[in-house]
């Protein structure tokens, strides 16, 4: 029901946009977020987004670098990433849930949807 797409690879001090679209889901009712999971790590938070998109929350190590947004009347959630860092490489995972506190902390336990994840990959 969650579909991230635009992974890749990438040289460090590049850029990705990541969206995550959805079918059978209305986004506009979900807070949405996106988490990352570096091989042999936890699932991280990364970021997350209220409602309609006017509170976003980002993780330190990606603050000022990445930005959620989302477009609900396209159903769809993005990350935009720059300056990338070869610590970014992650396997980058969508969720959605009706609490914001559950989009918003490692490693996501009680998400209610994830989506397929997307492989990004920053090389140095």
């Known amino acids: 029901q969650l579909q991230a797409s635009g992974g890749g690879l990438v040289q460090a001090g590049g850029s990705l946009r990541l969206s995550c679209a959805a079918s059978?889901?209305?986004?506009?009712?979900?807070?949405m977020g996106w988490f990352r999971q570096a091989p042999g790590k936890e699932r991280d938070f990364v970021a997350a987004?209220?409602?309609?998109?006017?509170?976003?929350y980002t993780a330190g190590s990606v603050k000022g670098r990445f930005t959620i947004s989302r477009d609900n009347a396209k159903n769809t959630v993005y990350l935009q990433m720059n300056s990338l860092k070869p610590e970014d490489t992650a396997v980058y995972y969508c969720?959605?849930?009706?609490?914001?506190?559950?989009?918003?902390?490692?490693?996501?336990?009680?998400?209610?949807?994830w989506g397929k994840g997307t492989q990004v990959t920053v090389s140095s």
């Open positions: 059978g889901l209305t986004l506009s009712t979900y807070y």
């Open positions: 969720a959605a849930d009706r609490s914001i506190g559950v989009v918003t902390t490692t490693p996501g336990a009680r998400v209610a949807y």
């Open positions: 987004i209220t409602l309609s998109g006017a509170g976003t």
